[in-house]
C-alpha cells in the first residue's frame, strides 16, 4: 500500500464564505476533508446560504472542533453547541452561527463536505434517490427503534443475509424473521446497538449500498466496528439485503 500526504495550505481548495471565513479542502489518497475559519460574525444563513442556494445547510458533518464555539439549530429540532474538543456528527438541515469573538475552527471528513459552500446547477438533481432516501430513512427507524416504520420499508418477504458464524449469522426471511433479528441484536446489547451512517451510494435502479459503522457493548464489552449493506428495492420496498463486515472475524469472536 503506497502512502501519500498532502499539505491543505499548499494543495487544498479555498473556498471563501460571502463574508466571515473560509473553508479549504484537500486530501491525501482515501481521505479528504474540509478546515473551517468560521469568523466571529459568521451565520450559515448569511455567508453560505448565497453560495448554497438552500434555505438551510444540507450538508451532513462529521468533525472535530479544533477552537472556538458554534451554536447549531436544527430545522426540526433542538439547538446545541459545539466547542474545542467536541467530536460532532450534524445531520442536514441546520442553521449555524459562532459564539463569541474568537473564530471556530473545525475539521470535517463528511463525504458530504467536499460540497460544502459550492453551488448546485439548477438543472441537477439531489445527491440521493428515492431508494436512498428509503435507507437514509431505514436507519433511523433502525436507531430509534421505530418498527412501524422499518415495516413500511422491508418487503413481506424480506431477506437479510448475515455473513459470519456468531449467534447472529444465518438468513433471515421475512418481514417477522428480519426484525426478530433487529430485536436480537437489541436484547443481546441491552438495547445498545446502533448502526450509524457514514455514506451512501446508489444506482438509481433500486440498488444502494450503506457504509455504516456499528456500536455495541456486550458483557462489559464495547465493540466499534465497521461494515456495508446492500440493499435491492422493488417499488418501494427493500427485499434483499446483503450485509457485509470490515472484520468478520472479529465481529463473530464479538457475538460468539
Not at 479549504?24 to 450559515?44: I, K
Request: charged share 20%; with cysteine.
Amino acid at each position: 500500500m503506497d502512502a501519500y500526504v498532502s499539505n491543505l495550505e499548499r494543495d487544498g481548495e479555498i473556498r471563501p464564505f460571502a463574508e466571515h471565513g473560509h473553508a479549504v479542502v484537500g486530501g491525501a489518497g482515501g481521505l479528504t476533508l474540509m478546515r473551517g475559519v468560521f469568523e466571529p460574525g459568521w451565520r450559515w444563513s448569511k455567508d453560505v446560504a448565497p453560495l448554497a442556494g438552500t434555505d438551510s445547510c444540507q450538508t451532513r458533518h462529521l468533525g472535530y472542533v479544533i477552537s472556538g464555539s458554534m451554536q447549531v439549530q436544527l430545522d426540526d429540532g433542538p439547538a446545541m453547541t459545539v466547542t474545542a474538543g467536541d467530536a460532532f456528527d450534524l445531520p442536514p438541515g441546520h442553521d449555524a452561527w459562532v459564539m463569541g469573538d474568537e473564530p471556530c475552527v473545525m475539521v470535517d471528513y463528511s463525504s458530504d463536505a467536499t460540497r460544502y459552500a459550492r453551488g448546485r446547477s439548477a438543472d441537477a438533481a439531489a445527491p440521493d434517490d428515492q431508494y436512498m432516501t428509503l435507507v437514509r430513512r431505514g436507519y433511523a427507524a433502525f436507531n430509534s427503534g421505530d418498527m412501524e416504520s422499518l415495516r413500511s420499508i422491508l418487503a413481506h418477504d424480506v431477506v437479510q443475509h448475515v455473513p459470519g458464524t456468531s449467534q447472529i449469522a444465518g438468513t433471515y426471511k421475512g418481514i417477522d424473521a428480519v426484525l426478530g433479528y433487529y430485536g436480537k441484536l437489541a436484547e443481546l446489547t441491552e438495547g445498545q446497538f446502533r448502526a450509524h451512517l457514514i455514506a451512501v451510494f446508489g444506482d438509481g435502479q433500486g440498488h444502494v449500498t450503506a457504509l455504516h459503522q456499528t456500536t455495541a457493548t456486550l458483557n462489559g464489552v464495547t465493540r466499534v466496528s465497521r461494515g456495508t449493506i446492500l440493499f435491492t428495492f422493488l417499488g418501494d420496498r427493500a427485499t434483499d439485503l446483503h450485509q457485509m463486515h470490515e472484520d468478520l472475524p472479529g465481529d463473530d469472536a464479538f457475538f460468539a
